[in-house]
């Protein structure tokens, strides 16, 4: 018997976890299984399969060409065929003339700019493709956390929502039992026509508020599917975190990495060009003829002087912009961490404000109902502390929440 009932707390447990919903738990589902989630991954195997080409630079293929040529040389026809075939540094030609079945070309060779031995075209996009994974990285991360930061705000309006409907169902009970109240009184005599259809409106803007708040967080509910969260039941109350004050010093630490991944692309950038712009083309090559048994070795040396290197000279702008715009984000994210701290002292006064506003209208109210009851107050000041009241029960929870959704928020600054 013992066992059977252990049992069924167990099972009664699990169903109550299963059918309620927190907003780490919420949080969890974003990261796990959200659309942002896959296209982030995409964005990563973009560079994955960019590295890959990288790799292969120009051993990437081989090369086919082939030239079909009709001419004419001193009233004599003739047919031409030429092929051509490229693989890396090897290439190979072969031209035929099928009028006279005699081959004009047979050759094979290779051929290699020795510039691009010590510091190729290769090694600079793959530092840079690298260093744009890393940046693609933070953009990640940052898409990913601003999504979590607008679910946050989505849950604390659910929540918020959610509350103001426990608040006014409150409400609506009791201007239901006055309405009674009064409608009977009136019926007798006992009560004045104002304070009866006061009475019965108020108890019916009450039940169209609250048809009304209850249609808006359908609403909201029906939001979470941007997010792929799965929802099922209950939504548990936001727990407040404690905040360390480092937490506050990793706002903006993302901005800052992605400009200073920037920069060193740019210098990358810079360094190849400025590679390119002293070194000149050193294109040797070797190659053999089977048709005339020869070697032929060659040099071929070319370089562009006097010109204006604008390519140079822009990337060279560019990093002088990446200098100001970190010390401009520097700026900006130094003055966003004392906004928030300022704000998480505000959010925590205004919790406890609130709280005492609630208290006083809670007292208030209990004064004038007794007031009402033995006669001493108007039905109009009765109902002006209860709708007091109303709203500043919905003020504090909605304070709360904002705290509490707050403390989850500044892990999501980075």
Same mark, same amino acid.
């Given at each position: 018997?013992?066992?059977?009932?252990?049992?069924?707390?167990?099972?009664?447990?699990?169903?109550?976890?299963?059918?309620?919903?927190?907003?780490?738990?919420?949080?969890?589902?974003?990261? !796990?299984?959200?659309?942002?989630?896959?296209?982030?991954?995409?964005?990563?195997?973009?560079?994955?399969?960019?590295?890959?080409?990288?790799?292969?630079?120009?051993?990437?293929?081989?090369?086919?060409?082939?030239?079909?040529?009709?001419?004419?040389?001193?009233?004599?026809? =003739?047919?031409?065929?030429?092929?051509?075939?490229?693989?890396?540094?090897?290439?190979?030609?072969?031209?035929?003339?099928?009028?006279?079945?005699?081959?004009?070309?047979?050759?094979?060779?290779?051929?290699?700019?020795?510039?691009?031995?010590?510091?190729?075209?290769? %090694?600079?996009?793959?530092?840079?493709?690298?260093?744009?994974?890393?940046?693609?990285?933070?953009?990640?991360?940052?898409?990913?956390?601003?999504?979590?930061? *607008?679910?946050?705000?989505?849950? #604390?309006?659910?929540?918020? @929502?959610?509350?103001?409907?426990?608040?006014?169902?409150?409400?609506?009970?009791?201007?239901?039992? +006055?309405?009674?109240?009064?409608?009977?009184?009136?019926?007798?005599?006992?009560?004045?026509?104002?304070? =009866?259809?006061?009475?019965?409106?108020?108890?019916?803007?009450?039940?169209?508020?609250? %048809?009304?708040?209850?249609?808006? /967080?359908?609403?909201?509910?029906?939001?979470?599917?941007?997010?792929?969260?799965?929802?099922?039941?209950?939504?548990? +109350?936001?727990?407040?975190?404690?905040?360390?004050?480092?937490?506050?010093?990793?706002?903006?630490?993302? +901005?800052?990495?992605?400009?200073?991944?920037?920069?060193?692309?740019?210098?990358?950038?810079?360094?190849?060009?400025?590679?390119? !712009?002293?070194?000149?083309?050193?294109?040797?090559?070797?190659?053999?003829?089977?048709?005339?048994?020869?070697?032929?070795?060659?040099?071929?040396?070319? #370089?562009?002087?006097?010109?204006?290197?604008?390519?140079?000279?822009?990337?060279? !702008?560019?990093?002088?912009?990446?200098?100001? %715009?970190? /010390?401009?984000? #520097?700026?900006?994210?130094? !003055?966003?961490?004392?906004? *928030?701290?300022?704000?998480?002292?505000?959010?925590?006064?205004?919790?406890?404000?609130?709280?005492?506003?609630?208290?006083?209208? @809670?007292?208030?109210?209990?004064?004038?109902?007794?007031?009402?009851?033995?006669?001493?107050?108007?039905?109009?000041?009765? /109902?002006?502390?209860?709708?007091?009241?109303?709203?500043?029960?919905?003020?504090?929870?909605?304070? #709360?929440?904002?705290?509490?959704?707050?403390?989850?928020?500044?892990?999501?600054?980075?």
């Amino acid at each position: 018997m013992k066992n059977t009932k252990i049992k069924l707390l167990f099972l009664i447990l699990t169903s109550m976890n299963l059918y309620s919903i927190d907003l780490e738990n919420a949080i969890t589902q974003l990261e !796990n299984q959200s659309y942002t989630v896959e296209k982030n991954k995409l964005n990563l195997d973009y560079y994955e399969i960019n590295r890959a080409l990288i790799d292969k630079g120009e051993w990437n293929g081989l090369t086919l060409n082939v030239d079909n040529k009709y001419y004419d040389t001193v009233g004599k026809s =003739h047919y031409g065929l030429s092929t051509q075939a490229e693989y890396g540094i090897f290439n190979y030609r072969f031209d035929y003339d099928t009028l006279d079945s005699k081959v004009i070309e047979n050759r094979i060779g290779i051929s290699k700019d020795l510039k691009e031995l010590y510091y190729s075209q290769y %090694d600079s996009q793959r530092i840079i493709n690298d260093l744009s994974l890393e940046s693609q990285k933070v953009t990640n991360q940052q898409t990913l956390e601003a999504q979590i930061i *607008n679910l946050i705000d989505l849950y #604390k309006n659910y929540k918020n @929502k959610e509350k103001e409907i426990e608040v006014e169902e409150k409400t609506l009970v009791v201007k239901e039992r +006055d309405y009674k109240i009064i409608k009977r009184k009136y019926e007798v005599g006992t009560a004045s026509e104002y304070d =009866h259809i006061s009475s019965r409106v108020e108890y019916e803007k009450s039940l169209l508020g609250l %048809d009304n708040m209850k249609r808006e /967080l359908l609403v909201l509910t029906e939001n979470f599917k941007v997010y792929n969260v799965i929802l099922d039941g209950k939504f548990d +109350d936001i727990r407040k975190r404690d905040l360390e004050k480092d937490e506050f010093y990793n706002i903006g630490v993302t +901005d800052l990495k992605n400009i200073k991944l920037t920069e060193k692309v740019n210098v990358e950038k810079l360094r190849r060009e400025k590679y390119v !712009n002293s070194m000149p083309e050193l294109n040797a090559e070797m190659s053999y003829s089977f048709e005339n048994d020869e070697v032929i070795v060659g040099l071929g040396v070319k #370089k562009t002087l006097f010109n204006y290197k604008g390519e140079y000279e822009q990337i060279k !702008n560019e990093l002088k912009k990446n200098q100001v %715009d970190y /010390l401009d984000t #520097k700026a900006t994210v130094e !003055n966003k961490i004392k906004e *928030n701290m300022i704000q998480y002292t505000t959010l925590q006064t205004n919790e406890l404000i609130t709280q005492k506003e609630l208290e006083v209208r @809670k007292k208030d109210y209990e004064v004038y109902n007794k007031k009402y009851e033995l006669g001493m107050s108007t039905y109009s000041d009765y /109902l002006e502390r209860l709708n007091a009241l109303d709203l500043a029960a919905r003020e504090y929870e909605k304070a #709360k929440n904002e705290l509490a959704s707050f403390t989850y928020k500044i892990k999501y600054m980075n």
